[in-house]
C-alpha cells in the first residue's frame, strides 16, 4: 500500500472526469458531497440489460462496472462554479488485468486469489490522494503482488503524465 500526494489537482481532474485515462478501470464504489451528498455503487446489475448484453458485459466486467460508463454522470455532478466538497472513488483493477500483472511480475500469487487490487481517490475540498490497496481471498505474508501492483500504478502515473509524490 503505498499513498500519492497529486500535484497538479486541475490536470488530474481533467483526466479522471473528461479524458480516458481511467475508463479501464472498475468502480466499486464513489461517493461526492456537492450541494448534496450522492453515492454510487459500482455493482453491476445485469437484469437492467437485454440478456445478450448482459451476458457480454458480465463476462468482462466481474460484476462491476466500467469507469468510463460512469464518469459522464460523476463529471455532471461536479459542474457549476463551486469546487466539490469532496469525493471519493475507489477504482479496482479489472480481473484481466490482474492476470496479466501477475503473469509480466511473475509473482506467485494466482489470479483466483487476488480480491482486488484497488486504487483509492480521496479529495478533501482542498487536497487530492490516491492509495493503492490489496485484498487477497487466502492469508499470505508474501507481499509480492502488493509490490507490483503499486509499481505498476508509478508506471500508469508517469506514462500518464499525472505528477505526484509519495506521501
Keep these: 500500500m503505498r499513498s500519492y ?13 473528461i479524458g480516458e ?3 479501464t478501470f472498475l468502480l466499486s464504489e464513489a461517493s461526492i458531497t456537492t450541494y448534496a451528498s450522492f453515492h ?6 445485469p ?11 458480465a463476462a468482462e ?18 459542474k457549476g462554479k463551486n469546487t466539490p466538497l ?4 475507489v477504482f479496482r483493477l479489472a480481473p484481466h488485468n490482474v492476470e496479466q500483472l501477475i503473469s509480466q511480475s511473475g509473482v506467485s500469487t494466482r489470479a483466483e486469489d487476488v480480491d482486488g487490487l484497488f486504487l483509492n481517490i480521496h479529495f478533501d475540498g482542498t487536497a487530492l490522494s490516491c492509495v493503492s490497496g490489496t485484498s487477497l481471498r487466502v492469508f499470505s505474508l508474501d507481499k509480492s503482488l502488493e509490490h507490483a501492483w503499486d509499481e505498476m500504478l508509478e508506471r500508469f502515473f508517469h506514462r500518464e503524465g499525472i505528477a505526484q509524490t509519495q506521501a
Design 5 to 17: 500526494q497529486i500535484q497538479d489537482i486541475k490536470d488530474f481532474m481533467k483526466k479522471l472526469l
Design 21 to 23: 485515462t481511467f475508463d
Design 40 to 45: 454510487i455503487d459500482g455493482a453491476f446489475h
Design 47 to 57: 437484469e437492467y440489460l437485454s440478456s445478450a448484453e448482459a451476458e457480454l458485459l
Design 61 to 78: 466486467q466481474a460484476g462491476y462496472t466500467l469507469w468510463r460508463r460512469v464518469r459522464p454522470f460523476f463529471f455532471d455532478l461536479t
Design 86 to 89: 469532496g469525493f471519493r472513488i
